[in-house]
């Protein structure tokens, strides 16, 4: 079955550590996503990809780094400059164009201890 | 910058009826508005997507509705089931890329 797989489903960080999040696609959609949704909010994009080797920041990116180096991977890396890191980090993709959903991951939780 | 808006007091209907969601943007009609439903601690499922030049669009027990003289979206669960029971988000979009709403807990009582 074709669909996006994040792991770990939980992460914990230290304070001053960096963590990366997986995020894997089988679907052959070229553009990826990271979201963060904490209680009460919406979604709010961190980055996106719409092609490999080429990624932009989204309206929350400080703190936060990401990669595109193959079509169907897309990892999310959260800084020690992030200073507020738990929350549910969701990733997603789409096909180019504007007429299609995305299609999400499960989802990470990852909380600071 | 561009604000959706739903409401964030949870829905609750009981089983059969209709349930019926809002959602609200400020400022400029998107070009397009997608729902998605979400259930706790998984992430979102695509469900429908209207365009702003299409009043409403059907998909068997939902249909959403695209007002930009209200600048609001409506999002109608026909015969309600205990499993729609979920977080259902609206998503409108600006430029490139989507702006989510809070979502909208809604509970179908048996």
């Known amino acids: 079955d074709g669909g996006i797989t994040q792991s770990p489903k939980y992460l914990f960080r230290k304070e001053g550590q960096n963590v990366t999040l997986s995020c894997e696609q089988n679907l052959n959609h070229d553009a990826m996503y990271w979201y963060r949704q904490d209680p009460g909010q919406g979604l709010r994009l961190i980055y996106y990809?719409?092609?490999?080797?080429?990624?932009q920041k989204g309206d929350i990116a400080e703190g936060y780094s990401v990669s595109r180096e193959k079509k169907e991977s897309f990892p999310l890396t959260v800084t020690s400059a992030q200073k507020n890191p738990t929350a549910f980090y969701l990733c997603?993709?789409?096909?180019?164009?504007?007429?299609?959903?995305?299609?999400f991951g499960s989802g990470t939780r990852l909380t600071v201890v | 910058s561009q604000k959706i808006e739903q409401n964030s007091e949870a829905l609750n209907i009981q089983e059969g009826k209709t349930a019926t969601l809002t959602c609200n943007y400020t400022n400029y009609s998107p070009a397009y508005l997608q729902w998605y439903r979400q259930d706790p601690g998984r992430g979102p499922v695509f469900l429908l997507l209207i365009r702003e030049n299409e009043k409403e669009k059907r998909k068997e027990r939902l249909k959403v509705t695209f007002d930009t003289t209200l600048k609001q979206s409506l999002f109608h669960i026909t015969a309600s089931q205990p499993a729609d029971s979920a977080t259902y988000l609206c998503a409108a979009l600006y430029g490139q890329n989507f702006v989510f709403g809070p979502g909208t807990r809604l509970s179908v009582l048996p």
């Open positions: 997603a993709s789409s096909i180019s164009g504007l007429n299609y959903g995305y299609t």
């Open positions: 990809s719409q092609i490999v080797n080429d990624f």
